[in-house]
Protein backbone atom coordinates (compact mmCIF):
# COMPACT_ATOMS: atom_id res chain seq x y z
CA UNK A 1 0.00 0.00 0.00
CA UNK A 2 1.51 3.77 -1.24
CA UNK A 3 2.18 5.26 2.18
CA UNK A 4 2.66 8.64 0.16
CA UNK A 5 -0.92 10.18 -0.55
CA UNK A 6 -1.91 11.15 -3.94
CA UNK A 7 -0.82 14.67 -4.57
CA UNK A 8 2.27 14.90 -3.37
CA UNK A 9 5.47 14.15 -4.53
CA UNK A 10 8.78 14.76 -2.57
CA UNK A 11 11.23 14.27 -5.65
CA UNK A 12 9.98 17.39 -7.82
CA UNK A 13 12.00 20.13 -7.04
CA UNK A 14 10.36 23.59 -5.98
CA UNK A 15 13.57 25.69 -6.37
CA UNK A 16 12.55 28.13 -4.04
CA UNK A 17 15.51 29.92 -4.41
CA UNK A 18 14.90 30.63 -7.82
CA UNK A 19 11.48 32.84 -7.53
CA UNK A 20 13.19 35.78 -6.56
CA UNK A 21 15.54 36.00 -9.05
CA UNK A 22 14.99 36.69 -12.99
CA UNK A 23 16.13 34.01 -15.58
CA UNK A 24 16.99 33.95 -18.80
CA UNK A 25 16.56 30.00 -19.79
CA UNK A 26 15.19 28.85 -22.91
CA UNK A 27 14.51 25.18 -21.13
CA UNK A 28 10.83 26.48 -20.31
CA UNK A 29 7.88 24.38 -20.13
CA UNK A 30 4.59 25.91 -19.81
CA UNK A 31 1.46 23.58 -18.46
CA UNK A 32 -1.79 25.54 -19.90
CA UNK A 33 -4.69 25.88 -17.36
CA UNK A 34 -8.45 27.16 -18.71
CA UNK A 35 -11.04 27.94 -16.18
CA UNK A 36 -9.61 25.17 -13.59
CA UNK A 37 -9.21 22.39 -15.92
CA UNK A 38 -6.18 21.19 -18.16
CA UNK A 39 -5.46 19.60 -20.98
CA UNK A 40 -5.08 16.06 -22.14
CA UNK A 41 -4.20 14.52 -25.38
CA UNK A 42 -4.50 11.06 -26.69
CA UNK A 43 -1.51 9.99 -28.51
CA UNK A 44 -1.37 5.70 -29.83
CA UNK A 45 -3.75 4.93 -27.08
CA UNK A 46 -2.25 6.52 -24.02
CA UNK A 47 -3.59 10.22 -22.27
CA UNK A 48 -1.01 12.37 -21.62
CA UNK A 49 -1.32 15.68 -20.11
CA UNK A 50 -0.35 19.17 -22.15
CA UNK A 51 3.37 20.36 -20.60
CA UNK A 52 4.24 22.37 -23.00
CA UNK A 53 2.76 25.31 -25.43
CA UNK A 54 3.70 26.72 -28.39
CA UNK A 55 5.45 29.86 -28.13
CA UNK A 56 3.16 32.24 -29.68
CA UNK A 57 0.36 30.84 -27.20
CA UNK A 58 2.64 31.35 -24.27
CA UNK A 59 2.61 35.21 -25.42
CA UNK A 60 -0.96 35.98 -25.04
CA UNK A 61 -1.55 35.66 -21.43
CA UNK A 62 0.63 37.30 -18.86
CA UNK A 63 -0.61 35.00 -15.77
CA UNK A 64 2.71 32.80 -15.75
CA UNK A 65 3.76 30.99 -12.69
CA UNK A 66 6.58 29.39 -11.66
CA UNK A 67 6.09 25.86 -10.01
CA UNK A 68 9.56 24.71 -9.85
CA UNK A 69 12.40 22.29 -12.35
CA UNK A 70 12.16 19.22 -13.74
CA UNK A 71 15.25 17.60 -15.08
CA UNK A 72 17.22 21.37 -15.84
CA UNK A 73 13.65 22.76 -17.35
CA UNK A 74 12.06 25.09 -15.52
CA UNK A 75 8.13 24.14 -15.28
CA UNK A 76 5.87 27.17 -15.33
CA UNK A 77 2.07 27.07 -15.31
CA UNK A 78 0.06 29.31 -17.40
CA UNK A 79 -3.70 30.44 -17.21
CA UNK A 80 -5.18 30.76 -20.60
CA UNK A 81 -8.99 31.58 -19.23
CA UNK A 82 -9.45 35.47 -20.25
CA UNK A 83 -8.18 34.14 -23.94
CA UNK A 84 -10.67 33.23 -26.05
CA UNK A 85 -11.22 29.47 -26.38
CA UNK A 86 -11.52 29.40 -29.92
CA UNK A 87 -7.64 30.91 -30.53
CA UNK A 88 -6.58 28.16 -27.46
CA UNK A 89 -7.93 25.12 -29.28
CA UNK A 90 -6.31 26.49 -32.45
CA UNK A 91 -3.32 25.60 -30.74
CA UNK A 92 -4.07 23.15 -29.37
CA UNK A 93 -6.34 21.07 -31.23
CA UNK A 94 -5.72 17.69 -30.34
CA UNK A 95 -6.50 17.82 -26.93
CA UNK A 96 -9.40 18.02 -24.48
CA UNK A 97 -9.96 19.85 -20.92
CA UNK A 98 -10.36 17.80 -18.25
CA UNK A 99 -10.30 18.29 -14.51
CA UNK A 100 -7.74 16.92 -12.32
CA UNK A 101 -9.97 14.90 -10.49
CA UNK A 102 -11.72 13.26 -13.43
CA UNK A 103 -8.69 12.29 -14.95
CA UNK A 104 -5.96 11.00 -11.97
CA UNK A 105 -6.43 7.61 -13.19
CA UNK A 106 -5.59 8.43 -16.81
CA UNK A 107 -1.61 9.93 -15.59
CA UNK A 108 0.83 8.87 -13.35
CA UNK A 109 0.68 10.20 -9.82
CA UNK A 110 3.75 12.93 -10.49
CA UNK A 111 1.91 14.38 -12.88
CA UNK A 112 -1.34 14.73 -10.88
CA UNK A 113 0.75 16.36 -7.63
CA UNK A 114 1.69 18.82 -10.63
CA UNK A 115 -1.68 19.45 -11.91
CA UNK A 116 -3.00 20.09 -8.20
CA UNK A 117 -0.19 22.26 -7.71
CA UNK A 118 -0.44 24.44 -10.43
CA UNK A 119 -4.24 24.58 -10.21
CA UNK A 120 -3.80 25.99 -6.41
CA UNK A 121 -1.69 28.61 -7.33
CA UNK A 122 -3.58 30.09 -10.28
CA UNK A 123 -6.33 30.34 -8.11
CA UNK A 124 -5.22 31.49 -5.23
CA UNK A 125 -3.12 34.56 -7.94
CA UNK A 126 -6.89 35.25 -9.36
CA UNK A 127 -8.52 35.32 -5.97
CA UNK A 128 -5.78 37.96 -4.91
CA UNK A 129 -6.20 40.54 -7.30
CA UNK A 130 -6.82 43.06 -4.58
CA UNK A 131 -5.49 43.99 -1.75
CA UNK A 132 -7.61 42.74 1.15
CA UNK A 133 -6.76 45.50 3.36
CA UNK A 134 -7.09 48.60 1.29
CA UNK A 135 -8.61 47.11 -2.03
CA UNK A 136 -6.08 48.30 -4.42
CA UNK A 137 -5.05 45.87 -7.06
CA UNK A 138 -2.28 43.57 -6.18
CA UNK A 139 0.39 42.57 -8.64
CA UNK A 140 2.53 39.31 -8.57
CA UNK A 141 5.96 39.01 -7.06
CA UNK A 142 8.21 35.56 -6.68
CA UNK A 143 6.50 34.55 -10.18
CA UNK A 144 3.31 33.66 -8.36
CA UNK A 145 4.25 32.46 -4.88
CA UNK A 146 3.80 36.21 -3.24
CA UNK A 147 1.11 39.27 -4.28
CA UNK A 148 2.13 43.05 -3.13
CA UNK A 149 -0.66 45.74 -2.66
CA UNK A 150 -0.03 48.95 -5.36
CA UNK A 151 -0.87 51.04 -3.05
CA UNK A 152 2.29 52.47 -1.30
CA UNK A 153 0.47 53.91 1.84
CA UNK A 154 0.01 50.30 2.21
CA UNK A 155 2.56 48.04 0.76
CA UNK A 156 0.90 44.81 2.00
CA UNK A 157 2.31 41.59 1.36
CA UNK A 158 0.08 38.08 0.71
CA UNK A 159 0.91 34.95 0.33
CA UNK A 160 -0.52 31.77 -0.15
CA UNK A 161 -2.75 29.88 2.61
CA UNK A 162 -3.55 26.98 3.35
CA UNK A 163 -6.68 25.73 5.27
CA UNK A 164 -6.02 22.34 7.67
CA UNK A 165 -8.76 20.30 8.01
CA UNK A 166 -9.11 17.22 9.87
CA UNK A 167 -10.65 13.80 8.14
CA UNK A 168 -11.86 10.98 10.84
CA UNK A 169 -12.17 7.51 11.02
CA UNK A 170 -14.21 6.68 14.06
CA UNK A 171 -13.48 3.05 15.88
CA UNK A 172 -15.42 1.14 18.24
CA UNK A 173 -13.59 -1.71 19.70
CA UNK A 174 -15.87 -3.96 21.20
CA UNK A 175 -15.03 -6.51 24.14
CA UNK A 176 -14.83 -10.50 22.40
CA UNK A 177 -15.86 -9.15 18.62
CA UNK A 178 -13.71 -7.49 15.95
CA UNK A 179 -13.75 -3.41 15.93
CA UNK A 180 -16.32 -1.54 13.94
CA UNK A 181 -15.63 1.41 11.88
CA UNK A 182 -18.36 4.20 11.45
CA UNK A 183 -18.83 5.26 7.66
CA UNK A 184 -20.61 8.50 6.14
CA UNK A 185 -22.78 6.80 3.21
CA UNK A 186 -23.56 8.60 -0.21
CA UNK A 187 -26.47 6.27 -1.87
CA UNK A 188 -25.64 5.80 -5.79
CA UNK A 189 -27.50 3.47 -8.35
CA UNK A 190 -25.47 0.61 -7.92
CA UNK A 191 -25.45 0.76 -4.34
CA UNK A 192 -23.31 2.66 -1.91
CA UNK A 193 -20.21 4.95 -2.09
CA UNK A 194 -18.69 5.15 1.35
CA UNK A 195 -16.23 8.09 2.78
CA UNK A 196 -14.81 9.43 6.07
CA UNK A 197 -15.99 12.49 8.43
CA UNK A 198 -14.29 15.41 7.86
CA UNK A 199 -14.31 19.46 8.54
CA UNK A 200 -12.31 22.50 8.77
CA UNK A 201 -10.27 23.49 12.05
CA UNK A 202 -11.38 27.32 13.46
CA UNK A 203 -9.31 29.95 14.89
CA UNK A 204 -7.94 29.05 17.91
CA UNK A 205 -8.51 25.52 17.97
CA UNK A 206 -6.23 22.65 17.91
CA UNK A 207 -6.25 19.88 15.44
CA UNK A 208 -8.01 17.31 17.97
CA UNK A 209 -10.30 20.01 19.24
CA UNK A 210 -11.13 20.22 15.58
CA UNK A 211 -11.62 16.57 15.63
CA UNK A 212 -13.55 16.22 18.43
CA UNK A 213 -15.79 19.27 18.09
CA UNK A 214 -16.53 17.90 13.94
CA UNK A 215 -17.17 14.55 14.77
CA UNK A 216 -19.89 15.66 17.71
CA UNK A 217 -21.28 18.02 14.71
CA UNK A 218 -21.25 15.44 12.38
CA UNK A 219 -22.68 12.50 14.12
CA UNK A 220 -22.78 13.30 17.82
CA UNK A 221 -20.42 11.08 18.67
CA UNK A 222 -17.74 11.63 21.72
CA UNK A 223 -14.43 10.61 20.61
CA UNK A 224 -10.99 9.95 22.35
CA UNK A 225 -7.50 8.63 21.79
CA UNK A 226 -7.27 10.44 18.87
CA UNK A 227 -4.02 9.29 16.50
CA UNK A 228 -2.65 11.46 13.45
CA UNK A 229 -2.12 8.87 10.69
CA UNK A 230 -1.02 10.94 6.99
CA UNK A 231 -1.17 13.72 5.53
CA UNK A 232 -2.75 15.00 2.15
CA UNK A 233 -2.16 18.44 -0.14
CA UNK A 234 -5.60 19.15 -1.53
CA UNK A 235 -5.40 21.70 -3.66
CA UNK A 236 -9.13 22.05 -4.64
CA UNK A 237 -8.54 25.01 -4.11
CA UNK A 238 -5.77 25.07 -0.86
CA UNK A 239 -6.92 22.90 1.60
CA UNK A 240 -4.47 20.33 3.40
CA UNK A 241 -6.49 17.36 4.93
CA UNK A 242 -4.87 15.51 7.89
CA UNK A 243 -6.10 12.06 8.44
CA UNK A 244 -6.72 10.64 12.18
CA UNK A 245 -8.11 7.75 13.70
CA UNK A 246 -10.21 8.54 16.78
CA UNK A 247 -11.96 5.88 18.86
CA UNK A 248 -16.14 5.98 20.45
CA UNK A 249 -16.52 4.56 23.63
CA UNK A 250 -20.40 4.03 22.55
CA UNK A 251 -21.97 2.96 19.07
CA UNK A 252 -24.71 5.41 19.61
CA UNK A 253 -24.66 8.10 16.81
CA UNK A 254 -27.33 10.50 14.99
CA UNK A 255 -26.96 12.68 12.04
CA UNK A 256 -28.68 15.54 11.02
CA UNK A 257 -30.17 14.35 7.80
CA UNK A 258 -28.38 17.46 6.16
CA UNK A 259 -24.42 17.32 5.47
CA UNK A 260 -25.03 13.95 6.70
CA UNK A 261 -27.68 11.19 5.08
CA UNK A 262 -26.82 7.98 7.01
CA UNK A 263 -23.74 6.77 8.17
CA UNK A 264 -23.35 3.22 9.50
CA UNK A 265 -20.59 1.16 11.05
CA UNK A 266 -18.95 -1.57 9.92
CA UNK A 267 -16.43 -4.29 9.99
CA UNK A 268 -13.17 -4.52 8.32
CA UNK A 269 -14.38 -8.53 6.64
CA UNK A 270 -18.54 -6.91 5.58
CA UNK A 271 -16.59 -3.86 4.20
CA UNK A 272 -14.38 -6.36 2.00
CA UNK A 273 -17.72 -8.25 0.93
CA UNK A 274 -19.44 -5.37 0.22
CA UNK A 275 -17.01 -4.04 -1.73
CA UNK A 276 -16.32 -7.67 -3.42
CA UNK A 277 -20.27 -7.62 -4.19
CA UNK A 278 -19.92 -4.46 -5.83
CA UNK A 279 -22.78 -3.00 -2.99
CA UNK A 280 -19.89 -0.33 -1.46
CA UNK A 281 -17.63 1.79 -3.31
CA UNK A 282 -15.06 3.15 -1.32
CA UNK A 283 -14.35 6.60 -1.79
CA UNK A 284 -12.14 8.16 -5.13
CA UNK A 285 -8.36 6.36 -4.84
CA UNK A 286 -6.75 9.64 -4.72
CA UNK A 287 -7.93 10.61 -1.81
CA UNK A 288 -7.12 10.44 1.74
CA UNK A 289 -10.05 9.11 2.76
CA UNK A 290 -9.81 6.13 0.62
CA UNK A 291 -6.33 5.11 2.45
CA UNK A 292 -7.12 5.67 6.05
CA UNK A 293 -10.39 2.74 5.19
CA UNK A 294 -8.23 0.57 3.13
CA UNK A 295 -5.57 1.06 5.93
CA UNK A 296 -7.64 0.09 8.72
CA UNK A 297 -9.16 -2.39 6.78
CA UNK A 298 -6.04 -3.73 6.13
CA UNK A 299 -4.86 -4.12 9.78
CA UNK A 300 -8.01 -5.40 10.90
CA UNK A 301 -9.13 -8.28 8.44
Not at 98 to 114: G, T
Not at 134 to 153: P, Y
Not at 202 to 215: A, C, H, K, Y
Request: hydrophobic content about 35%.
Amino acid sequence: MNEVQFYSNYDFNRAVELRETLTDSFEISYIPIFKDNFFITKSRGNNKVVMDIPFELATLSDKKYFLGKLNEKEIWCIDLSEIKYSIVSNFLSHSKLSCVRDCFHLINEKEASLLAYAKGVAIWNNTHQFCGKCGFATVIEEKGHRRKCSNNLCNSLHFPRINPAVIVLIEYKQKGAPPLCLLNMHKKEYGYMCSLFSGFSEIGESLEDTVIREMKEEVNVTVDTIKYIASQPWSFPSSMMLGFSAQSKSKQFSIDNKEIKKAQWFSANQISEMVQKNKLVISKTDSISNYLIELWVKQNS
